[in-house]
T-cell receptor, first 113, second 114 residues
Framework: AQSVSQHNHHVILSEAASLELGCNYS??????LFWYVQYPGQHLQLLLKYFSGDPLVKGIKGFEAEFIKSKFSFNLRKPSVQWSDTAEYFC???????????FGQGTTLQVKP | DTGVSQDPRHKITKRGQNVTFRCDPISEHNRLYWYRQTLGQGPEFLTYFQNEAQLEKSRLLSDRFSAERPKGSFSTLEIQRTEQGDSAMYLCASSLEGGNQPQHFGDGTRLSIL
C-alpha cells in the first residue's frame, strides 16, 4: 500500500533561516507528488506539485521541492523563511491510476520573528 | 471561482445520533473527494466521485458511513449511529478530471461527539 512519511513533526526556525522538510513516499510506480500548506484557521492550499519532467519544482511563495526517484523523496525547501510561513505542511502522493491523495502526518512549522 | 464550500462548519452531537454533511465543489469540477483528519494527522482518504459515480471507497468507510452525489454536483456524507471515534474534521475537495489536476479543499466540517 502507498504511504507517505514526513520526518519532522515540529520545526522551529528564526526568520531568514533556511528550511528543508523531509518527505518520503513508498509507491514504486508512476506517482504524482504534492505539498500542501494549511495556515492557521484556513483550508489546505496547494504549494507545488510534481508530475513529470524537471525534478526541481518551484511553487508559490518562494518554495521549491526536489523529486529524487532513487531515494523516493520529495523534500520541500525555502532559502529564507518569514514569520508568515508559520503553518502546517503536508506532503502527499497520488498514484497515476487513482484519484485519491495519500498524505503524510504533517509538519508544524513555527517561525519566530 | 468561489471555492469548495462545506456545511456546517461545526457539528456537535450526542453519541448514537445520525449526522449529515454537505459539500459544494467548484462548479466546473467533476471530481469530488471526502477525507477525514484527526488531530496531529494528515487527511485520510474516504471516498471519491466522478460526476455521480462513486469510484473508490476506503476501508475506513464502515457500513455506518454513506456518501452520495446524486446529480453530479453537491455531495452529502452521512454518518449513522455516531461513535466517539468519529470525532474528526471532515474535508471535501474537488478537481477536474485528469491525472495532473490538483485537488482544491474546503474549510471542512468539524464533528464533535459528546
Amino acid at each position: 500500500a502507498q504511504s507517505v512519511s514526513q520526518h519532522n513533526h515540529h520545526v522551529i526556525l528564526s526568520e531568514a533561516a533556511s528550511l528543508e522538510l523531509g518527505c518520503n513516499y513508498s509507491y514504486g510506480g508512476t506517482v504524482n507528488l504534492f505539498w500542501y500548506v494549511q495556515y492557521p484557521g484556513q483550508h489546505l492550499q496547494l504549494l507545488l506539485k510534481y508530475f513529470s519532467g524537471d525534478p526541481l519544482v518551484k511553487g508559490i511563495k518562494g518554495f521549491e521541492a526536489e523529486f529524487i526517484k532513487s531515494k523516493f523523496s520529495f523534500n520541500l525547501r525555502k532559502p529564507s523563511v518569514q514569520w508568515s510561513d508559520t503553518a502546517e505542511y503536508f506532503c502527499a502522493s497520488r498514484s497515476s491510476n487513482t484519484g485519491k491523495l495519500i498524505f503524510g502526518q504533517g509538519t508544524t512549522l513555527q517561525v519566530k520573528p | 471561482d468561489t471555492g469548495v464550500s462545506q456545511d456546517p462548519r461545526h457539528k456537535i452531537t450526542k453519541r448514537g445520533q445520525n449526522v449529515t454533511f454537505r459539500c459544494d465543489p467548484i462548479s466546473e469540477h467533476n471530481r469530488l473527494y471526502w477525507y477525514r483528519q484527526t488531530l496531529g494527522q494528515g487527511p485520510e482518504f474516504l471516498t471519491y466521485f466522478q460526476n455521480e459515480a462513486q469510484l473508490e471507497k476506503s476501508r475506513l468507510l464502515s457500513d455506518r458511513f454513506s456518501a452520495e452525489r446524486p446529480k453530479g454536483s453537491f455531495s452529502t456524507l452521512e454518518i449513522q449511529r455516531t461513535e466517539q471515534g468519529d470525532s474528526a474534521m471532515y474535508l471535501c475537495a474537488s478537481s477536474l478530471e485528469g491525472g495532473n489536476q490538483p485537488q482544491h479543499f474546503g474549510d471542512g466540517t468539524r464533528l464533535s461527539i459528546l
